[in-house]
């Protein structure tokens, strides 16, 4: 099942903290996240009934490349983008390589409630950031660590799936997964 997940839904079924939960838009029993996409996070989320299947789609070891879309502070440079592009040393580890391009902000996004922070003296920049891993906020981390912090955080896809044809909050069985 593919799922867009909006902006403050817990990535789990039971209610925690007075966030809204997957229970409050999946209907269906003995599905479960296959992976993690913190509160603050938006996009797509991956569900199964299939428990092989969802370790193996969690497992870093199978490197399945996730791509997100970053709306970050202020204007990557070059050798910004470049540090994302060769790892990034956070406080524990050291991330693999990303794929990252700066893009367009992407035309068929839906308003977050509630909208990121402005500032009218700073610029935003939106990147395209693939990584095969998946830590704990890991974009975050990395984009803060080359300084531009995020302000919006997309996942877009997982390997072939995508957010295409899901508004947040709905969601599509799938036949392959």
């Not at 797509?44 to 791509?67: A, E, H, M, W, Y």
């Not at 068929?108 to 990121?116: E, G, K, Q």
């Not at 009218?120 to 395209?128: D, F, P, Q, V």
């Amino acid at each position: 099942m593919l799922f867009n997940k909006p902006y403050g839904v817990i990535c789990q079924f039971t209610p925690e903290s007075g966030h809204q939960s997957l229970k409050d838009f999946i209907p269906l029993p003995d599905f479960y996240p296959a992976g993690r996409l913190d509160a603050d996070s938006e996009g797509l989320v991956l569900l199964t009934d299939n428990g092989k299947l969802q370790q193996r789609i969690s497992d870093p070891k199978f490197k399945l490349p996730k791509t997100y879309w970053v709306q970050v502070e202020g204007e990557p440079d070059e050798a910004a983008l470049n540090q994302l592009r060769q790892g990034v040393i956070l406080k524990d580890f050291r991330t693999r390589a990303a794929q990252v391009n700066l893009i367009d902000e992407p035309n068929h996004l839906w308003p977050r409630t509630p909208p990121i922070r402005y500032r009218k003296n700073i610029a935003t920049t939106w990147l395209s950031l693939i990584i095969s891993e998946g830590k704990n906020r890991q974009v975050r981390r990395m984009t803060a660590a080359v300084l531009f912090p995020t302000l919006r955080l997309i996942r877009y896809a997982i390997g072939k799936y995508t957010l295409q044809g899901l508004a947040p909050g709905e969601w599509r069985l799938l036949k392959d997964v």
